[in-house]
């Protein structure tokens, strides 16, 4: 089987890259391991952002997440990844998640 490609949305990219180096490098882990078909090792489902979305949880001095979604044949999407600096997830940051998922819906309709 071969790796699923990743598709980020809106500044996911760019938001994983400004975590700290060592929460930077377990995301790149977990999300390896997402391409190879296999689970993070702590991740929880996110029904509240959208249908099959997940978050990547990381702790590394504080807490970070990346929200994604596996469940598309094509790809993996990675939708939002943000500090977390209360126990319960910030409105915000679901509020991202949800849009970035429709964009997601909308980037596979485009597909060819």
Known sequence: ?????????GSARDDVRRFPREARRKAGLELRAVQ???EPTDFKPIPSVGAGVYEIRIHVHDAYRVFYVAKFEEAIYVLHAFQ???QKTAKHDIEI????????QHCRQARP
């Open 1 to 9: 089987m071969d790796d699923k490609t990743i598709v980020w949305i």
């Open 36 to 38: 190879r078909g296999q």
């Open 84 to 86: 977390k600096k209360t």
């Open 97 to 104: 998640g949800r849009q970035r998922y429709r964009t997601a």
